[in-house]
C-alpha cells in the first residue's frame, strides 16, 4: 500500500465552521507533512510531524491546528478560517533519515477547501 | 523560506520532442526530487537526486544536479500528450527538515 489518502476531497466552510481534514497512511512512515497550494503556485510546506511530534510550525496561523494521533494519521483542524485560506490542502508522508528526509514523500490527492 | 527558481515557467511543445525544465536553488541541500502535479491535483514523485549524485535515470526521465551552480535540470524525452502537467522540483536542506518547493514549470505537449 503505497497511498496517503486524504479526506474530505471538498470542503466547503463558513468563516464560523469548524472543520477537520484528515490524511492517512500504512507505510510505516514517520515523518508526516502538510502543505497548502494556491492555484498556479507551488505547495508551501505548513507543518512537519515526525515521530508524531510536531518539529516544524512554518509560522502558520492559529486558527490552523494540526494534530498527529498516531504514526498513521494526521488531522488539520480548522477554525475561523478566512476566504483567502480556500486553497488546495495536501499532505504527504515519507521515511526519515538521520538528517531529515532522504527518501521520496508520497502525497495524497488533496483537499480543495473553498470558505465562504 | 528561499524559494527555488524555475525555468521556463511555461512550455509548449510537439508529441516526441524532448523537455528540459531546470531547477536553481540557494542553499546547500541533502537531496532533490521532482514532482509532477496533473490539474492541480496530488503530487506524484518521479526522482529523488543526492547531493553527492550528478545524474539520474528513470525511463524517459533524465535528471542532473550541479552543487556548484546550485541547479538541477529534468529532461523528458520523446514526450507524449500525457506529460502534459506542472513539473516542481523541491529541495530539502542539508541537516534539516526545511523542505522548499521551487516555482514550477506548467509543460504542455501538444499531440
Known amino acids: 500500500d503505497t497511498e496517503v489518502t486524504q479526506t474530505p476531497k471538498h470542503l466547503v466552510m463558513g468563516m464560523t465552521n469548524k472543520k477537520s481534514l484528515k490524511c492517512e497512511q500504512h507505510?510505516?512512515?514517520?515523518?508526516m507533512y502538510w502543505y497548502k497550494q494556491k492555484a498556479k503556485k507551488p505547495p508551501e510546506l505548513m507543518f512537519v510531524?515526525?515521530?508524531?511530534?510536531?518539529?516544524i510550525n512554518e509560522s502558520v496561523p492559529s486558527r490552523f491546528s494540526p494534530e498527529c494521533p498516531n504514526s498513521s494519521l494526521l488531522n488539520l483542524h480548522l477554525h475561523a478560517l478566512q476566504p483567502e485560506d480556500s486553497a488546495l490542502y495536501l499532505c504527504?508522508?515519507?521515511?526519515?533519515?538521520?538528517?531529515?528526509?532522504?527518501?521520496?514523500?508520497?502525497f495524497g490527492q488533496g483537499t480543495r477547501l473553498t470558505v465562504v | 523560506s528561499q524559494q527555488g527558481e524555475e525555468d521556463p515557467q511555461a512550455l509548449s511543445i510537439q508529441e516526441g520532442e524532448n523537455a528540459t525544465m531546470n531547477c536553481s536553488y540557494k542553499?546547500?541541500?541533502?537531496?532533490l526530487q521532482w514532482y509532477r502535479q496533473n490539474s492541480g491535483r496530488g503530487l506524484v514523485h518521479l526522482i529523488l537526486?543526492?547531493?553527492?549524485?550528478r545524474e539520474k535515470h528513470s525511463g524517459r526521465l533524465r535528471v542532473t544536479l550541479d552543487t556548484s551552480k546550485k541547479s538541477s535540470s529534468l529532461l523528458i524525452t520523446a514526450s507524449r500528450a500525457a506529460d502534459t502537467a506542472s513539473y516542481f522540483c523541491?529541495?530539502?536542506?542539508?541537516?534539516?527538515?526545511?523542505?522548499?518547493f521551487g516555482k514550477g514549470t506548467k509543460l504542455s505537449v501538444i499531440p
Open positions: 504527504a508522508s515519507s521515511h526519515l533519515g538521520y538528517r531529515g528526509r532522504n527518501t521520496e514523500a508520497f
Open positions: 507505510m510505516g512512515h514517520r515523518a
Open positions: 510531524y515526525s515521530y508524531e511530534k510536531l518539529s
Open positions: 542553499t546547500s541541500i541533502n537531496n
Open positions: 537526486i543526492r547531493s553527492n549524485e
Open positions: 523541491e529541495y530539502s536542506g542539508a541537516g534539516s527538515y526545511q523542505l522548499t
